[in-house]
């Protein structure tokens, strides 16, 4: 079955400077590449994704990156906020809306 | 678009007794809802996946006749933990895929922390 990891497990960095968080999957049959951001106590919230026919994918100060060669894709935050101090989670699927698979998560600090 | 709620959002109960959690997707429909548990600073583990009007698939080393999933409507599913003790205290989260492939992705539901004594 599917395999994702994702690193790193803690990142902190200055508000206002840019956050990047990486994942690898194993199965090269996976094709869709979710990312969420979970708060303290709540569910998680679907920020950014990507399907596999796409290499890049931003929205506003968020974007997404997929290298399916290499089985890896990555999540960019720039210009960070404190709001953005979150669990952020990777995952992967065959397609939307089937099964996914979560990397371990990443909890982001934004200090002020 | 796209609202799934869950209830209760949180339930304390004692050991031996059974819990039931719903999970409803709000403002569309749903043909697949997904159940995980999620432990203290942990990632999401599915425990079951649930289909409208078919028996759940559940994942390796959840036992089904515990964890009850029930998935009568294209609105609703349920979630029941029979003879609930501690070690089943945790924070359970649904979600829903939308009937229409068009919309992609899981939605995923607030979660509902469960409490055991």
């Known amino acids: 079955g599917e395999n994702v990891e994702q690193h790193p497990s803690t990142l902190s960095v200055q508000e206002g400077d840019s956050a990047v968080i990486k994942c690898t999957y194993s199965d090269s049959a996976s094709n869709y590449f979710p990312w969420y951001k979970q708060e303290l106590g709540k569910g998680p919230q679907l920020i950014i994704d990507?399907?596999?026919?796409?290499g890049e994918k931003k929205d506003q100060r968020i974007a997404v990156t997929l290298n399916k060669t290499a089985k890896h894709f990555s999540l960019h935050i720039t210009e960070t906020q404190p709001e953005d101090s979150a669990v952020y989670f990777c995952a992967a699927s065959i397609e939307a809306g089937n099964m996914l698979t979560f990397g371990g998560g990443t909890r982001l600090m934004v200090k002020p | 678009g796209a609202v799934v709620s869950q209830h209760p959002s949180r339930v304390i109960c004692k050991s031996g007794t059974s819990v039931k959690i719903e999970c409803r997707s709000l403002?569309?429909?749903?043909?697949?809802m997904f159940w995980y548990r999620q432990f203290p600073k942990q990632s999401l583990m599915l425990m079951a996946t649930?289909?409208?009007?078919?028996?759940?698939?559940?994942e390796q080393g959840v036992e089904k006749d515990k964890f009850l999933i029930n998935h009568a409507s294209l609105t609703l599913s349920t979630l029941t933990v029979t003879s609930a003790h501690p070690e089943d205290s945790s924070f359970y989260i649904c979600?829903?895929?939308?009937?229409?492939?068009?919309?992609?992705?899981?939605?995923f539901g607030p979660g509902t922390r469960l409490l055991v004594l």
């Open positions: 649930s289909n409208e009007g078919s028996k759940a698939t559940y």
């Open positions: 403002d569309f429909q749903a043909t697949t």
């Open positions: 979600s829903a895929s939308h009937r229409d492939r068009a919309f992609g992705t899981q939605y």
């Open positions: 990507i399907r596999s026919n796409v």
